[in-house]
């Protein structure tokens, strides 16, 4: 059974839900919410910590909200849950009062792409929050607090995807947030800020120009991406010094502190023209620049430089690399275990041996240098694509989770509770459908990296591949894969077609033809469908729905707007 549930509770609810027209409201009323887990952490956008205090840290979350910390991350509590707004991208606390904190909205960056609501603030470390406006900005990755002053605030606002109205480029306000001003307006969005910590007059802002993937209309600039200002952002002027290449898409930026902004560190992620990617490095303030590296492995998110050494950087990528020659080489400095894609750094300035990091797989803590770190086993927050079922009782409950693949957790546990031992990992990757034998829960079907069928035994633990695609299958990024309501024997899987299984995976035959054809009354477009982000993927079908009462009934949509109906089995 597929659901589209982040939670589940119980099959009752289920089945009141299915039948709400004959079901009296009463009889479900008194049923909640709970969550059955697992505890394992999912995708950290935004984090930090409070300055001479070694036990606080918050963190952002893309569908999570705001959580915060007071033991040095042994318990994780969500404080943001009343605000009703999930997609967190920026998170910061004022270094001279720490019980301010301001929280951007928006994911910017993940999967889910979900828009916020504004800026919100706190005067009570985290209690209870406010609105402080900028509503139509969407997506907010970057807030600056002034170190001296936790009124002064700048904000960099990415604005609306694909080019429609909103509140986007860098806004300031010197009253906490009661009113702001947009003191930069470059016609696009901004996507990171950066000052010099001890000399916050002179801050950087990083411009992405032309659209996130491609995903905004208008005509696209490349010039300039990386504006300054000398007076705490009251003012801007485009930087674009010699050595800076042009056709710049994405970008961000490092600023040293201690330098009076004249040490400078650039990341690239995509240049136009098909030129490398690297981390380019300014000694004069932007004025001149050098490529310092081309060799940045797999980052390509977000750098750091340390608040104490200005040669000390930091790149996030499918590892933590660090440099400690002004970004001339990198090194791996942390990777597995603890989860891929390292999305955030916070660094105390006070304590060098003191860092929070921010991945998908959750936030990590270290308090002696990188030598030791806190588990990620520890928040109930994974970001799930789908939610699925099986008939054992009590029923079992499945997942694919984003970077963190497959969880199967029972909904009641033996002892009361459930724990730890009552979820484990079901051989899939981050994403796709599971399929559970109905007649049988010993065999789990999931799916792999470039759509292949993996079939999971839960007594041994051991996965076989049952099927592996074709050069002519296309697939969407989550091909329907089910069982037959009818026939507990079938097994069905989409590419363009439907193909079917009544052995389990030994052998499989095609039910009709392409069904992302347009048909004779049909008024579908053509080729392939937009998807998240932007990405052009080729039609396939999205949805397949065989009906619970009449075996030879399947219903398939299409992710270029296809909706068919089989009454045969799908022979026609």
Known sequence: MRLRLPVLGSCLLLAALASAQ??????????????????????????????????????????????????????????????????????????????????????????????????????????????????TSAYIPALLVDPRHPQRVLVGAEGPRGGGPGER?????????????????????????????TDPKVVYAAVQRGGFFGARRGPVQAEPVLYKSTNEGATWAPVGGEGLPVGIRTARIAVASGTHGKRVYMLLGGLAGGRAAGVYRSDDGGATWKLATTEIGSAGGRIYVAPWDKNLVFLMGTSLYRSTDGARTFTP???????????????????????????????????????????????????????????????????????????????????????????????????????????????????????????????????????????????????????????????????????????????????????TQRPPLGRARPGGSRARGGFVRPAAISALAPSPVEAQVLWAGTSNGVIQVSRDGGAS
């Open 22 to 135: 004959q079901v009296a409201p009463a009889l479900y009323a008194g049923m909640r919410w709970r969550s059955i887990g697992p505890y394992r952490s999912g995708n950290v956008y935004a984090v930090t910590g409070v300055p001479g205090e070694p036990e606080v840290y918050y963190l952002g979350m893309p569908e999570g909200g705001v959580w915060k910390t007071s033991d040095g991350g042994t318990v994780w509590k969500p404080i943001f849950d009343q605000e009703a707004v999930p997609s967190v991208g920026s998170v910061a606390v004022a270094p001279s009062a720490p019980d301010i904190v301001y929280v951007g909205t928006g994911d910017p960056a993940g999967w889910s792409f979900t828009p916020g609501q504004g800026v919100y603030k706190s005067t009570d470390a985290g209690r209870t929050w406010q609105a402080m406006g900028l509503r």
């Open 169 to 197: 480029g860098v806004y300031r306000s010197t009253d906490g947030g009661r009113r702001w001003k947009q003191v930069l307006d470059p016609g696009a969005g901004v996507t990171d800020l950066a000052w010099d910590a």
């Open 333 to 515: 400095f942390k990777g597995s275990p603890g989860g891929d894609d390292y999305r955030a750094l916070w660094l105390d300035p006070r304590n060098p041996q003191r860092m929070i990091l921010g991945v998908d797989q959750g936030p990590t803590i270290t308090v002696d240098g990188g030598h030791t770190w806190t588990p990620w086993f520890n928040l109930p927050n994974g970001q799930f694509y789908d939610v699925f079922t099986d008939n054992q009782f009590p029923y079992w409950v499945y997942g694919a989770q984003q970077d963190s693949g497959t969880a199967g957790i029972v909904s009641f546990g033996d002892y009361g509770d459930i724990r730890s031992r009552d979820w484990y990992p079901v051989g899939g990757f981050e994403a796709g459908y599971i399929a559970v034998d109905p007649l049988n829960p010993r065999w789990i079907y999931t799916q792999g990296w470039y759509h292949v069928l993996r079939r999971y035994d839960r007594v041994t633990g051991q996965v076989a591949v049952v099927y592996t695609p074709t050069p002519q299958d296309r697939f969407t990024s989550m091909p329907p894969t089910l069982f037959s309501p009818e026939n507990p024997h079938r097994l069905y899987l989409c590419a363009q077609y439907v193909m079917a299984t009544d052995n389990g995976g030994y052998t499989w035959r095609h039910l009709g033809g392409d069904l």
